[in-house]
């Protein structure tokens, strides 16, 4: 096996600390960015190469560079925390490591080893420490992405370079509210697709996103928060809202809540929140599983009671309740459209494992420093 040395090269120009600490009192989201990156290049000839921390800063990349023209690009997008006790953590980086990698195997670009993109992220983490803010449901939101670097407007084959990177960017929590979350209304995309199948759905590339701003603003047009996606071929089955994944909460009177999430089809993005909620629902008396649902059972379980919450849960938001949802044929209204019993307990919970105010049961927090 390859071993990846990173060299050092601290900056000497660090953001000065007031600056810093008014930055991290309203840190909004990925709007700032710390003092350092870290950067990896490969090669055909060489493979991976040319580790390093560095200081944060501009690339030059000549106006023929691959990406510009043809997309082939990924991302991944994870957290560090800093818990109670002072440490700085991450939740399940090796599950990001993974998908990248997944992402990295669709778009023909090169993988990393595994131990090797985390030390990547520790290595920011641990020289950018004093950018982790410290108010409740803040985080160091951390960006690791890749590249196509090779120079031409050839179109027969993957590029020959690529530039791996990871920055980081304090952030707030994402749709504002600290303790109690406001519920969102959601539009669906009856008209747009996200994904289709054989297409990259499952994997985290800047495409996908691109190719969603149409329809993110057709649901702002409608004075919705966000885009509900639903399945390309029939237009009938819900999959996802905007870059998060859904669950459907289903409460039986007097009965133990069940939270139902839509099938992994390929055309939708396995979420490592998603994966966890799924773990860790059972241990609270919270049955959960995967399923499909459509836009008709949606409106009809909710009409009928049956269908008490939903909600929307990613890396960025962590859990973000839906009240409403908008459509060209009507809208309706989960239970009162305020965030339910159910959503938040478990993001209680969640964030409690996150922020180190409960136990660890499945070992998901790596401390960093
Ligand atoms: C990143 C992402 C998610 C959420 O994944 P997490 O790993 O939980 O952050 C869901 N859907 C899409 C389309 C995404 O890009």
């Known amino acids: 096996m390859v071993t990846i040395d990173f060299d050092i090269f601290p900056t000497r120009e660090t953001a000065p600390a007031d600056q810093r600490d008014a930055i991290l009192a309203d840190p909004g989201f990925g709007a700032h960015f710390t003092d350092h990156m870290v950067t990896m290049r490969w090669s055909e000839e060489a493979g991976w190469h040319d580790a390093r921390l560095e200081a944060y800063g501009s690339f030059t990349l000549d106006p023929a560079t691959s990406v510009f ?72 939101y951390l960006r690791p992405f890749m590249i196509a670097t090779q120079r031409g407007l050839g179109f027969s084959k993957p590029s020959t370079d690529y530039l791996f990177c990871v920055i980081a960017s304090p952030a707030a929590a994402y749709f504002g509210g600290g303790e109690k979350p406001r519920a969102l209304t959601v539009w669906l995309s009856e008209h747009y697709s996200r994904a289709a199948p054989g297409g990259t759905g499952f994997v985290k590339v800047g495409g996908n996103y691109g190719g969603a701003l149409a329809a993110s603003r057709e649901a702002l047009e409608k004075g919705c928060d966000q885009v509900v996606w639903l399945d390309a071929v029939e237009h009938t089955w819900v999959e996802e809202m905007g870059g998060m994944n859904l669950f459907f909460v289903h409460t039986p009177p007097g009965g133990c809540p069940r939270i139902m999430t ?5 055309t939708l993005l396995p979420g490592v929140t998603r994966d966890s909620l799924l773990k860790l629902a059972p241990t609270l008396g919270i049955e959960a599983g995967e399923g499909r649902i459509s836009t008709a059972e949606w409106r009809e379980q909710c009409a009928a009671g049956e269908l008490t919450e939903a909600f929307a849960c990613g890396t960025a938001a962590v859990m973000a309740p839906v009240g409403r949802v908008r459509g060209v044929s009507g809208g309706w209204t989960m239970g009162d459209g305020e965030p339910g019993p159910v959503t938040m307990r478990l993001r209680e919970e969640l964030l409690g494992i996150q922020y180190g105010r409960l136990p660890d049961p499945f070992g998901w927090i790596r401390k960093v420093c």
Do not use: C
Request: aromatic share 10%; charged share 25%; glycine share 6%.
């Open 262 to 266: 839509p099938e992994l089809t390929g």
């Open 69 to 140: 023209h043809y997309g082939q690009e990924l991302f991944e997008g994870m957290k560090a925390y800093r818990q109670d006790s002072g440490a700085t953590v991450l939740f399940r980086p090796e599950v990001n490591a993974a998908r990248f990698n997944s992402s990295a195997r669709r778009m023909a670009m090169p993988e990393i080893p595994e131990d090797v993109f985390v030390r990547a992220i520790e290595l920011l983490v641990s020289e950018d420490r004093d950018w982790v803010p410290t108010t409740p449901g803040t985080s160091l």
